[in-house]
């Protein structure tokens, strides 16, 4: 998967992402598809990315952009009752 991730980054002019930010971004779609319909978890992820484009057009570091983006958009996800 590292790989065709790798070269999907690089057919689209991105930069590879680092272990931790494909972590931070499989947790973030975990919590979508849990907190919401699954089928929100694209779209979420898709509107995660562009606001992180927009933080980083703005000058912030891609890793603080992405992790901010992430509390935001977590601050909204309904509360999952425990298992």
């Known amino acids: 998967m590292d ?4 070269q999907l980054a690089m057919l689209l002019g991105e930069a590879r992402l ?4 494909q972590g931070l971004l499989l ?5 979508v ?12 992820t898709f509107l ?14 891609r890793r603080a952009a992405l992790s901010g983006a992430a509390v935001e958009l977590r601050g909204i996800l309904p509360e ?4």
Do not use: F, M, N
């Open 3 to 6: 790989d065709w991730l790798g």
């Open 18 to 21: 680092s272990d931790e930010e």
């Open 27 to 31: 947790d973030v779609a975990r919590d």
């Open 33 to 44: 598809a849990h907190g919401t319909e699954r089928k929100a978890t694209p779209i979420a």
């Open 48 to 61: 995660l990315g562009a606001a992180v484009a927009r933080r980083v057009a703005a000058g912030e570091d």
């Open 80 to 83: 999952v009752p425990p298992a």
